[in-house]
């Protein structure tokens, strides 16, 4: 029966067709998506902190108004996609202790600090972006409940590129020193955008089997190149270098060339030993263990509910 089972979710995915919740799918592909989903909200959740640190110093009203709704916004990235993984049968308890025992990964591109007002622009501008690049792939994924989350959550991605390049312009037409500022922050945040795609297709374990299952779309290295070749002319308007000698257009290739990544460093930041990686897992937990409470009222409170209708 398996057999035919197996035969029946391998037609709907040559097909190019959705698998939905209630449908028999493979126990790997059932494991890589809750793999892969929760990892992706955890990495909205604990994306929250580095922009979060500047929410009382934003620059203006107006700016901090824009900064607020983006951190929502996110927060309300996570919460989605946790639905969405527990279509699969894994409760949100078991996914948040994955985050907080470390067994987890989020995106390694949340364990540098926020130093400066600028980086949250670049933020905005290059981690959104770099995002973005991703996930517009992932609104065509075979598994029907993250492929429709993905959908809004782009339209979202979208608003807070254009929030942080707008902002970065602005600051660009002030003074020196906010040129500087900006300038710095770029340095420090490119290379790291660029290493969130994930390794080299080379040393990438679970691209192949995660393309022919149409979850993954495109390769690692294919996101990254699309990534630079985009970022590029966005970097020229806005009057910051990118800080890669070797960047520059292959006429043959029709895309940019561009200096080695350090993979090293990424493996040690993915490893939990990046400069952040210890102060933001402690800050998720403490924000769980003070919200126990909250979990307690509002069981308490379902309990209630549910005797008041048997009635
Ligand atoms: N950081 O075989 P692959 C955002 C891990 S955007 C940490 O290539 P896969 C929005 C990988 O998990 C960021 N770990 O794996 C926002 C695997 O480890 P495992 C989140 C990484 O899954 C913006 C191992 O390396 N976006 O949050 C990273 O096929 C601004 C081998 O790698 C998503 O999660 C990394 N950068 O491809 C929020 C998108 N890269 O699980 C706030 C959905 C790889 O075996 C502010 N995810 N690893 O222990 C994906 O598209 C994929 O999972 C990839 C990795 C492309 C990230």
New binding site residues.
């Given amino acids: 029966e398996d057999a035919a089972h197996q035969a029946r979710f391998d037609a709907r995915i040559d097909a190019d067709g959705r698998i939905e919740p209630r449908d028999w799918m493979p126990a790997a592909y059932r494991k890589t998506l809750v793999?892969?989903i929760s990892?992706?909200a955890h990495?909205?959740i604990v994306?929250?902190l580095?922009?979060g640190n500047w929410i009382s110093r934003a620059p203006s009203l107006k700016r901090k108004a824009i900064l607020l709704a983006k951190v929502q916004d996110?927060g309300g990235?996570g919460l989605y996609l946790y639905s969405a993984a527990e279509t699969l049968g894994t409760s949100r308890a078991e996914m948040l202790d994955g985050l907080h025992s470390g067994r987890a990964?989020?995106?390694?591109?949340?364990n540098y600090p926020t130093l400066s007002w600028a980086d949250v622009g670049v933020?905005?501008w290059l981690?959104?972006g770099?995002?973005i690049m991703?996930?517009i792939p992932?609104c065509r994924c075979s598994y029907g409940p993250y492929a429709r989350a993905m959908v809004r959550v782009c339209k979202e991605?979208s608003f807070?590129q254009r929030q942080g390049y707008e902002s970065l312009l602005v600051q660009m037409q002030g003074t020196q020193a906010q040129r500087d500022m900006v300038q710095d922050a770029v340095n420090r945040y490119w290379w790291k955008c660029l290493?969130?795609?994930?390794?080299p297709d080379a040393d990438?374990?679970?691209?192949g089997q995660?393309m022919r299952w149409g979850i993954?779309r495109f390769s690692?290295d294919d996101?990254r190149q699309k990534f630079v070749d985009a970022t590029v002319p966005q970097a020229r308007v806005l009057g910051v270098t990118l800080p890669d000698p070797d960047l520059k257009w292959n006429e043959a290739r029709g895309q940019h060339d561009y200096g080695a990544i350090d993979w090293d460093e990424?493996w040690q930041?993915?490893n939990g030993h990046g400069p952040m990686n210890r102060e933001r897992l402690a800050t998720r937990v403490k924000a769980h263990e003070d919200g126990a409470w909250v979990r307690e009222a509002a069981a308490a409170h379902a309990v209630k509910q549910a005797q008041r209708n048997l009635k």
């Fill in positions: 793999r892969q990892q992706h990495s909205e994306g929250m580095p922009e996110e990235h990964k989020y995106s390694s591109i949340f933020i905005g981690v959104d770099a995002a991703n996930q992932l991605e807070h290493a969130m795609f994930g390794p990438s374990p679970h691209s995660a993954k690692n996101l990424f930041v993915v």
